[in-house]
């Protein structure tokens, strides 16, 4: 295992396996399907991609959550603590359409400053996301996407957010998923690369 992955599974076990079981089955799984669609997709990408998703949701731990905003309080956490790389701190803050819920909490200024993904690695990583559920059963991006809306009320931020973004998520995700299967059927007529719109406009 690359240098960058094992220190981020080491961290993101440290902090999640006990105190969010759930939540730790589900990392794992983003783990090994973000290697699996960076391997197919963009090998560059892998070791950046992996370390990313293995400490995408880091900010639920109790002893990382700040704001409340998941996306955000792992950000902060990796860049006080370093020594992750800029990239896999920009992919942490920001995936999985968190701009979008960033603006529902009012802290999309303070996201803005954990910088800019690469909107290639950003799609990979939002689509290993999208298909590994709670406890990290394998879903398809709609049924995801449809388990997020029925697990938060709809006055919640998350839950606001997700029906802003969701058929945006859902068809980039169905896009890079199509790509790595080799059925082009499925990638309709954009690039896996396609960016998720932020939500504000």
């Not at 669609?37 to 880091?58: E, F, G, I, Y």
Request: glycine content about 8%; proline content about 7%; charged content about 20%.
């Amino acid at each position: 295992m690359n240098m960058l992955v094992d220190q981020a599974h080491r961290l993101a076990q440290s902090h999640l396996e006990d105190t969010r079981p759930e939540c730790w089955q589900h990392v794992c799984a983003v783990a090994a399907a973000a290697e699996q669609l960076t391997v197919r997709l963009d090998p560059a990408s892998r070791d950046v991609v992996t370390a990313a998703a293995w400490l995408h949701d880091l900010g639920k731990s109790p002893s990382v959550r700040d704001t409340g905003f998941h996306a955000l309080d792992g950000a902060r956490f990796l860049a006080r603590r370093g020594p992750f790389p800029a990239d896999v701190i920009a992919l942490v803050a920001h995936h999985t359409g968190a701009h979008s819920e960033a603006i529902e909490h009012g802290l999309h200024r303070q996201l803005a400053r954990m910088g800019n993904p690469d909107p290639t690695q950003l799609a990979l990583l939002s689509a290993a996301d999208l298909i590994c559920g709670p406890g990290g059963r394998v879903m398809t991006p709609a049924e995801r996407i449809g388990d997020i809306l029925h697990r938060y009320a709809p006055g919640h931020p998350v839950h606001r957010s997700v029906d802003r973004v969701g058929h945006a998520l859902l068809g980039q995700a169905e896009m890079v998923v199509g790509a790595a299967m080799d059925q082009p059927e499925r990638c309709r007529t954009c690039p896996p690369e396609l960016v998720v719109p932020s939500g504000d406009g």
